[in-house]
């Protein structure tokens, strides 16, 4: 009997205790709480990927998909290893992220008979990721076609606090019967590139491969069986061509467990000399240090990223589980440590994209990182500079000076965009993002930015950040040209709107160039008037021209940019306004994108939007912009977007919120959350979408909540939906720790810098106050406005 498969599961007193149980019987206080949990009740075959994607456990190092270790017909495990990256087919020129030998892999037998949700019936299945703990747990009772019933407990660990190391335990129970139990641990070949070799040293499973670019991995396992009485079982191994299999076999008594505990640790030539002997050394240690001294500081790793980047919303249950869901993601996808690799399309989670950094990074992801975790941002933005070189290189090879950012990135920053994809229909069609999306180097430029202006991180903007600004103002200062008409001009390129291509003056690049112009120009002058001491070094690495800031606000000043001032509206791009209008609305029950209904070329000749682009800017540069711009842009173009990107709904979401408009910004809000929890878009096998879970911490914080930063503090400007009961989060800016909380009924705002120096807190248009840490500030509505603030007794700290 296969039972339906829910990913949120109803919180009766029986389900409640049952996932107690599971928490208790691996020492984690665990919560019932169902916004800290996601649960797949029963199993749905057809759905196993998808759940794979959304269990997967990571910490930024490696990730590795929530599969099932005993496996079924459908699954797709995957372990990627961050920043070591393989050519699979190398006369197409793309990489992919290495795929790791599956470390979970093991099967169960009762009296022979394997043990399968695929045969057999399931007398209980629940797989649950803990959000809070960063745990994978697992019930499953089994009864065979002899009416014998197994009762199995899993626990799965990536670690967060130890980034080489992951964890497994299984428990497997007789319930009504005695007999002979057999756990087999196997190694297969993985698809791809990398030659594997297995072999034993000892109690030790030591694999080791070497990828077609020359880098060397190596895996270790240690593993052993105790029965409940605490003897072990006896271990046998076997090599065989191609692959290795350790068992463990036991005749078991009714109702006594058999535990199966696995320790695995992963070094690449990236960290270490001789990959092998470090990932021996650490399983030996992990073994014998046994896994609750592993477990617990994973535990506090993770419970100290929810203290720094928490996030609550009470009265809607489902938003505060997408919430979570989100920010457990976000934190899993990176490593603070490692400023040689950055987040791709999908993290770590799945081979979509095949771990290929986009701008998603920088414009959806890095706010994030930058107001909640500086030490990942500074990680992420160091991994643009060190690939610098790369984008210098592929400017020149356009042509331009400066740098031009790869579209798809991966280890070196070389481009690794695909030069052509197979269409729905099987057309073969070109790729031209990565020849004309060129808007990625003024992406680059603003998460720079946003990152010094949040951080006041000098050392970084003085040895890395300037140079990136520098470098993409030099290729949009030549990326162009100053024509006839006195105006500059960008042509040929693509927007975010992907469904036209070879266009001429695309709003959203000409003035993401022209803000990435002005910015560098300023960062020169401040470092040539205010920091002298640096301003020579800088200067001299640089070749920084005397006249070159006045060169660059000169072109930024004469950008084409679409803009009436009599509509206030935005031209996407220079004929725009001629193109077909189509109702979108006429196609709303979809199920295929617009553009394979259209066809390419109705699709172009449309004024049909794949995603935010016009839109985009308002949620980037909101203080460029008066509101009126904002609010006819964003009513001229949201009935034209058609949302065939999963980057589109949280970022309307975003500018509604911002508008006014909450029970608009809360759709978009839950159609960015479905794109993954309801698997929204049908491609969530493929990993999660990292960049649309940054989008809506961003509608929650930016958008709902309404903060804005200016130089002398924050803004706040809360839009709070009707089912948000309360909205309160944490963030960081310039060395200070403030969390904030917002209430809809009755509407108050209260501050708590918690740690930092005092600061200026606006609300509003009105209502200014230097706030510090000695006490909680609270503005409550008095009529139709904002009361002044007032100390408080009330209290955020936990």
Not at 307 to 314: D, Q, S, Y
Not at 360 to 384: K, Q, V
Not at 764 to 783: K, L, N, P, Y
């Amino acid at each position: 009997m296969i039972k339906k498969s829910i990913l949120h599961a109803p919180a009766s007193e029986g389900w409640a205790m049952t996932l107690s149980d599971m928490f208790s019987s691996i020492n984690v206080p665990g919560s019932v709480d169902p916004s800290w949990v996601l649960i797949e009740e029963g199993f749905t075959l057809a759905r196993e990927r998808e759940v794979e994607s959304l269990f997967t456990l990571s910490n930024g190092y490696v990730g590795t998909r929530g599969s099932l270790p005993e496996g079924t017909s459908l699954s797709a495990p995957a372990t990627l290893l961050a920043g070591v990256y393989e050519a699979i087919d190398p006369s197409a020129g793309s990489l992919e992220l290495a795929n790791l030998p599956d470390w979970t892999r093991l099967q169960i037998l009762v009296e022979g008979r394997l043990l399968s949700l695929e045969s057999g019936e399931i007398v209980e299945h629940r797989r649950v990721l803990d959000l809070r703990h960063g745990l994978l747990l697992r019930r499953w009772r089994h009864q065979d076609g002899t009416g014998r019933v197994t009762g199995l407990q899993f626990m799965r660990l990536v670690s967060l606090h130890d980034r080489h190391l992951f964890a497994q335990s299984v428990g497997v129970t007789p319930e009504n019967y005695a007999g002979t139990i057999a756990i087999e641990c196997s190694w297969e070949h993985v698809p791809g590139g990398t030659v594997w070799r297995p072999k034993i040293e000892g109690e030790t499973v030591l694999i080791e491969g070497a990828t077609t670019r020359g880098a060397t991995i190596a895996m270790a396992h240690r593993s052993e069986v105790r029965l409940e009485a605490g003897s072990a079982v006896k271990r046998t191994t076997d090599i065989q061509t191609g692959g290795l299999v350790e068992r463990w076999a036991c005749p078991a008594k009714m109702n006594e467990a058999a535990t199966f505990t696995r320790f695995a640790a992963v070094y690449s030539s990236r960290e270490t000399d001789d990959p092998a002997v470090s990932a021996s050394r650490h399983v030996r240690r992990a073994y014998e240090a046994g896994l609750e001294a592993h477990l617990a500081p994973h535990i506090r790793a993770w419970e100290d990223r929810w203290r720094a980047a928490g996030l609550e919303v009470t009265g809607d249950e489902s938003a505060q589980q997408a919430l979570r869901f989100a920010l457990y993601h976000l934190n899993s996808a990176v490593n603070p440590n490692d400023e040689h690799v950055s987040v791709g399309a999908r993290g770590l989670t799945g081979s979509v994209y095949k771990g290929h950094v986009f701008w998603d990074t920088e414009i959806y992801l890095l706010p994030f990182y930058t107001f909640t975790y500086p030490a990942a941002a500074r990680a992420l933005l160091m991994y643009r500079f060190h690939t610098l070189p790369a984008a210098r290189d592929r400017a020149r090879s356009f042509g331009y000076e400066g740098a031009l950012y790869a579209w798809e990135s991966a280890d070196t920053g070389d481009d690794v965009t695909p030069a052509s994809v197979v269409a729905p229909n099987g057309e073969v069609v070109e790729v031209l993002t990565g020849m004309q999306e060129h808007h990625i180097s003024a992406d680059v430029a603003h998460a720079v930015w946003q990152y010094w202006q949040a951080t006041a991180d000098e050392p970084f903007f003085l040895t890395a950040g300037i140079d990136i600004l520098v470098e993409t103002a030099r290729f949009w200062a030549t990326r162009g040209r100053l024509e006839q008409d006195g105006r500059y001009h960008i042509r040929t390129v693509i927007g975010p709107d992907e469904y036209h291509e070879s266009v001429d003056d695309n709003a959203f690049t000409n003035v993401m160039a022209q803000w990435n112009l002005e910015r560098a120009a300023e960062a020169v002058e401040w470092i040539r008037s205010s920091r002298h001491d640096a301003w020579r070094t800088v200067a001299e690495r640089l070749r920084i021209k005397p006249d070159e800031a006045d060169a660059w606000r000169r072109i930024a000043g004469a950008m084409v940019t679409g803009f009436d001032p009599r509509t206030n509206l935005f031209e996407q791009f220079a004929g725009f306004f001629r193109l077909e209008d189509l109702d979108l609305e006429a196609y709303r029950a979809r199920t295929v994108p617009i553009d394979v209904i259209l066809g390419r070329e109705r699709t172009q000749r449309s004024k049909v939007v794949k995603q935010a682009d016009v839109i985009a800017l308002s949620a980037i540069l909101w203080e460029r912009f008066p509101y009126a711009v904002h609010d006819a842009n964003f009513r001229y173009y949201e009935p034209r977007t058609a949302h065939g990107s999963s980057l589109s709904p949280s970022f309307h979401a975003l500018v509604s919120a911002r508008l006014g408009n909450v029970d608009l910004a809360l759709r978009y809000f839950r159609e960015a959350a479905a794109i993954d929890l309801s698997n929204h878009m049908g491609n969530a096998s493929g990993g999660v979408h990292i960049a649309s879970l940054g989008g809506l911490w961003q509608t929650a914080v930016f958008g709902m909540g309404g903060v804005r930063f200016r130089d002398e503090g924050l803004i706040l400007d809360p839009h709070l939906p009707a089912s948000w009961k309360t909205l309160s989060f944490s963030l960081q800016w310039r060395g200070r720790e403030v969390a904030i909380m917002i209430n809809r009924e009755p509407a108050q705002v209260t501050v708590d810098l918690r740690a930092g120096e005092p600061m200026i807190i606006k609300l509003g248009q009105e209502m200014v106050r230097t706030i510090d840490s000695t006490h909680c500030f609270t503005a409550r509505v008095s009529g139709s406005t904002w009361s002044g603030w007032e100390e408080s007794s009330r209290s955020l700290r936990t």
